[in-house]
């Protein structure tokens, strides 16, 4: 390969690191790619890390010893994130997603690439000291969101469906209390999905009282695996006492008045 200039270097440093979050790269990995000394190489790192957090882009850390290298921490302002959170907020508290039972549409948000990858970022960043093996999500509309956690987590993605399927091969099944409805439902993990003594977080668009979580975190302790986190982008506040302690949201989902108006409002972090 031919001689590239600092500028090209930089450029093509920073869109692997960025591909490839939270994932350790030898400086011999860009050495041999760009045809580059490892001095030259260090020299080019120290503009990106340098750029990365002047612009509130994340981090760039250097990882010592000999499987050592570089990783790129996706991060935003906390600004940033406020904005983020307002944005979304003002869009979810329009009257006409109200739908019949006081339910918020939220689909169209959940399917939105630039609103999930900013969502992925923001929770991420809060899961980043935990040394996650895997993220979990249900077969529901929040897999986006799991899908971008898990991205910029640099972990796998784990779904557990609703019902048992022949693709998937042995099972294991639980039954779960919904803690909204208080009604008995069913939800499935192939035996193979993830390594039993797996730390996990879930992952979900909504939380009413928790019952989900609850049953993602009874389904991960038959597989002797942990469940050391759990974050949302909408946690209802009106449904009283959870049935999970620790968790992240975005935004906050009080109710829904006579005349329509959705009361929400971004979570204390960001406000």
Do not use: W
């Amino acid at each position: 390969m031919e001689k590239l200039t600092r500028n090209s270097r930089i450029s093509a440093i920073t869109r692997i690191l960025t591909d490839n979050p939270n994932r350790i790269i030898s400086f011999n990995y860009f050495s041999e790619l760009l045809n580059s000394a490892k001095s030259t190489i260090s020299e080019d790192m120290v503009i990106v890390k340098d750029t990365m957090e002047k612009m509130n882009f994340g981090k760039v850390l250097t990882i010592a010893g000999a499987a050592g290298g570089v990783k790129y921490i996706p991060d935003i302002s906390i600004e940033s994130k406020k904005e983020f959170a307002e944005e979304i907020c003002r869009l979810l508290k329009d009257k006409s997603r109200v739908v019949p039972g006081n339910f918020i549409y939220m689909t169209d948000i959940m399917f939105k690439p630039r609103v999930v990858s900013m969502a992925g970022v923001i929770l991420a960043s809060h899961f980043y000291d935990k040394d996650v093996d895997y993220v979990v999500t249900v077969e529901t509309k929040g897999v986006p969101l799991a899908y971008e956690v898990a991205k910029n987590l640099g972990v796998q993605l784990v779904t557990v469906r609703r019902e048992n399927k022949v693709t998937e091969g042995p099972t294991v099944s639980i039954n779960y209390v919904s803690g909204s409805s208080g009604r008995i439902q069913n939800m499935s993990l192939a035996r193979r999905s993830l390594n039993k003594g797996s730390k996990c977080i879930f992952i979900d668009d909504f939380m009413r009282a928790g019952g989900t979580a609850k049953g993602i975190k009874d389904l991960l302790n038959e597989f002797e695996s942990e469940l050391v986190g759990i974050g949302v982008l909408v946690e209802s506040v009106s449904a009283g006492r959870k049935l999970v302690e620790e968790r992240i949201s975005i935004l906050e989902f009080d109710s829904v008045d006579d005349e329509g108006n959705i009361n929400m409002r971004i979570s204390p972090s960001y406000s």
